[in-house]
């Protein structure tokens, strides 16, 4: 029987009871987890988590916009999950996270139940990538229609 591989996970949220949550969350979906506070905690935390396996990131951070960070996350970790969670939900501010590189864009407090369960299962696939969380759920993002994120 082999060695389970380590997923590993990083949550960047300068707000200490949203990340606690989040890492909370993660564990529950059997992720080893770290937190940072800041983009510039993250981008020093984030070369010990190897492989690393997804990263979740707060939209505003003392240092740099979360967006920004995605967007030097993506270019730097193809392969990892990246999840922008923020209470920010205007179609400027998603389809920007979208066009830098975000997999999935989470509306604060919706949708990271449900992401957590998918990993928890492992019924999350990576063609499942360009997801929205919002007020109807999980569901696939393909743009904006009327105002309306679909």
Known sequence: MGTP???????????????DVME??????????????????????????????????????????????????RSGYPDTLLIMATVQDDDATVERAFRLGCDIF???PYGLVELVTKL???TFERSDVR????????????????GIGV
Request: aromatic share 4%; glycine share 6%; proline share 5%.
């Open 24 to 73: 909370r969350m993660l564990h529950l979906a059997s992720f080893s987890v770290a937190g940072a506070a800041s983009a510039t905690e993250a981008l020093n935390l984030i070369r010990t988590l190897q492989p690393l396996s997804l990263v979740i990131i707060d939209r505003q951070l003392p240092d740099m916009d979360g967006i920004d960070l995605l967007a030097r996350l």
């Open 120 to 122: 928890r299962n492992h």
């Open 5 to 19: 591989i380590s997923q590993f996970a990083l949550v960047i949220d300068d707000e200490p009871s949203n990340r």
């Open 106 to 108: 989470l509306v604060k």
């Open 131 to 146: 997801l929205i969380g919002d007020r109807n759920g999980l569901h696939p993002y393909r743009g904006f229609v009327g």
